[in-house]
């Protein structure tokens, strides 16, 4: 046998592209948003993609890396949030230590009451995986989100816990009063949380908690406890979102017991699914998009999170790698040169989804108004389509056959 | 020589049906021991009670002298027994690199490590790339698993198995569905990989088994008939008649359903 070893390692090149040039265009992102001037409420926006971004994450720590399906992972950042506001809350008293605390700080206060929350609760749910793991962490979140409602000099009740981000000593020059400042803080707290995401999917343990999703059974018998891998992926993922929890706690100065509840735990999931949680950048994608349709979209229609459920449904049964399975199949067609031979079949699937799309807005849009009773129509572009209309009705059934036929063309071709 | 494997009256059922049925063997170190039997002898289901994936009914397995049959799986590797498996047991969504780097994490002393940048871990790269070039996978390294062609997921199979340097090692049926030519380089590899080891094969190819083989024992429902060198088991008749001439012989006599 020969002593000299291939280099099996990527190039030089190759881990600057891949591994260093992302966080330098992210950390050039993340400085140059500002000078664009955005508005107050843009930058609300922003900063709530942020903390989404951290926590969609630190979601995928467990759904995407490690094969954990969880329907409670906003009771870790839930948790690490109430935390953050107590501490902000003693600060602004004052009292011992707390006075030399910077807010600045609070998502690693988040970080370590998220990674203690899930050392404990983790300890008894990750005795089992797959399908009794869900369950168990159903479970969790309901009873963690009823006991923030019935214990309330912890969790305030229904009112939640407020507190104030001014009260602290400044740092880095930062008062944390005007939204810039925030921005700056949740903007450092990103890029620390996505690094940290990042660097965890590059440690031994990180490859293990795949290991043990494609295959548990192997996994011990090359020496590792699945259960322990699972467990030990479980604190690191709670600490994450514990640390998305510290940034939210800054942002928006309140936690109330509807934050551990199963309603924001089923937005990650969807978030960190739709936007592709077999990449790492698929989180934060889908984090971005989910942010923005729930701040943006619910300003056009009632109906926002009908289209949101449809898109989840749609993407679950069609493009289950989400938008970052989509970004990455287009780059590498257009790498290898096959653009050419595509761009048809995509033209055609693109026209067939914006045709479907046509008439289920269209549906949805009338049957809501008709249903209200106010005699309120669905007016686009200056059309009257009333549900006495016909052409409403053209317009929900036509483009919903004809973009059928071409998306399923195009998915025939695209299989030839 | 001292024992490296020892099965003391090694029973297991599920239910009504026993399958293993007081299995006694001692397998020295350094040796190659293969187990041949018909299907269903309960070949697999021993090395599953060996390598810990079942828990025996009764009776016991000792690895160098140490108990293992209350120990799981992980633990008995790391005190040096791996085992690979019939139907290929790989991690299928990595690379084959990443696959082989996770049989060794733990035996270069990386346990559940969640601080070190696993590219950084010069020795495990090193040993990574030693042994996809010992199992002639190195061109294939940074391929995905599931999309190896099937003897090369066979040949990962066994590289897993032995990346971690266990002194004792199980394999289960390497070469099944290879051609020719194919399970002439597994033989070739698993010679070179149990070099100084204690290996335990289950095989179905005789000549793998004739060819590789101290001493080979027999098992038929859930019994080991005879155990001996590849001499004796070749003369035995009681293997002729209930393994070797299984084709001639379908009746199977003086064997206890």
């Keep these: 046998m020969t002593s000299s070893y291939v280099d099996l390692a990527p190039s030089r090149a190759e881990k600057f592209r891949q591994r260093v040039l992302p966080f330098i265009l992210l950390a050039a992102l993340l400085v140059v948003i500002p000078l664009l001037g955005p508005s107050r409420s843009t930058l609300t926006l922003l900063n709530h993609m942020g903390i989404t971004i951290v926590f969609a994450l630190s979601y995928n720590m467990l759904l995407g890396r490690a094969g954990m399906l969880s329907f409670g992972h906003a009771v870790y950042m839930g948790l690490g949030g109430y935390f953050c506001v107590h501490v902000m809350n003693w600060i602004a008293a004052g009292t011992g230590v707390w006075g030399v605390v910077p807010i600045f700080a609070m998502p690693a206060f ?8 899930g050392a404990v609760i983790g300890w008894p749910s990750c005795r089992r995986a797959g399908t009794p793991f869900a369950m168990i962490s159903l479970g969790v979140a309901e009873l963690v989100a009823a006991a923030g ?101 800054v942002q928006d100065e309140i936690f109330t017991p509807e934050n551990l509840s199963l309603i924001p735990s089923g937005a990650i999931l969807i978030a960190a699914y739709v936007g592709g949680v077999r990449y790492f950048a698929g989180p934060i994608l889908g984090a971005i998009v989910m942010t923005y349709m729930g701040s943006n979209l619910s300003d056009y229609t009632a109906g926002w999170l009908l289209y949101l459920g449809l898109m989840f449904v749609g993407m679950v049964m069609f493009v289950p790698n989400g938008f970052a399975g989509i970004i990455h199949d287009t780059w590498v067609a257009i790498r290898d040169g096959r653009l050419a031979e595509v761009w048809k079949i995509w033209l055609k699937r693109s026209v067939g989804l914006i045709l479907i799309a046509v008439s289920v807005i269209t549906m949805v849009e009338v049957a809501f108004r008709w249903s209200d009773g106010y005699g309120e129509v669905f007016e686009p572009f200056g059309l009257h389509l009333s549900h006495q209309n016909p052409i409403t009705w053209a317009l929900a059934v036509i483009p919903f056959v004809v973009g059928i036929l071409l998306v399923r063309k195009a998915a025939k071709e695209a299989k030839a | 020589m001292s024992s490296a494997l020892k099965l003391t009256d090694l029973k297991k059922s599920f239910g009504p049906a026993k399958i293993i049925q007081g299995v006694s063997l001692d397998i020295a170190e350094g040796e190659r021991h293969a187990i041949i039997g018909p299907n269903g002898a309960g070949k697999s289901t021993l090395f599953n009670l060996i390598s810990g994936r079942f828990r025996p009914t009764s009776g016991s397995v000792h690895l160098k002298g140490e108990l293992i049959s209350n120990r799981k799986p992980y633990q008995i590797n790391r005190m040096g027994l791996s085992r690979s498996f019939q139907v290929s047991n790989i991690f299928t969504n990595m690379s084959v690199r990443e696959n082989v780097r996770c049989g060794l994490l733990h035996s270069m002393g990386y346990g559940y490590n969640f601080w070190r940048n696993i590219g950084g871990l010069s020795g495990v790269s090193e040993k990574t790339a030693q042994i996809l070039e010992d ?21 990962l199979e066994i590289a897993i198995t032995i990346a971690g340097g266990a002194e004792v090692i199980l394999l289960d049926e390497p070469t099944a569905g290879m051609s020719h030519s194919e399970t002439d380089r597994a033989v070739a590899l698993i010679e070179q990989a149990s070099r100084g080891k204690t290996l335990v094969i289950v095989e179905h190819d005789m000549g793998v088994v004739f060819n590789l083989a101290d001493r080979i024992s027999v098992l038929v429902y859930g019994e080991i008939i005879a155990t001996g060198t590849p001499e004796e088991i070749r003369g035995d008749p009681r293997v002729r008649e209930a393994y070797l001439g299984e084709e001639a012989l379908p009746e199977v006599e003086g064997v206890p359903a």
């Design chain 1, 149 to 249: 409602f019935m214990f309330d000099s912890l969790f305030g009740g229904e009112m939640g816990i407020s507190a104030d981000r001014m009260g602290g000593r400044e740092f880095l020059g930062l008062s944390l009063g005007p939204l810039d400042d925030v921005y700056w803080f949740i903007a450092f707290w990103t890029f620390i949380g996505v690094l940290g995401t990042w660097a965890f999917t590059r440690t031994p343990l990180g490859k293990l908690s795949e290991a043990t999703r494609d295959n548990p059974e192997r996994v011990e018998f090359v020496g590792f406890d699945p259960q322990r891998v699972r467990y030990l992926v479980f604190i690191a993922a709670g600490a994450f979102a514990g640390m998305a929890g510290g940034m939210s706690a």
């Design chain 2, 135 to 155: 199992v002639g996978l190195i061109d294939k390294a940074n391929m995905p698993a599931a999309l190896l062609p099937y003897a090369d997921q066979r040949t």
């Design chain 1, 110 to 117: 988040g970080f370590g009451a998220g990674a203690l929350a």
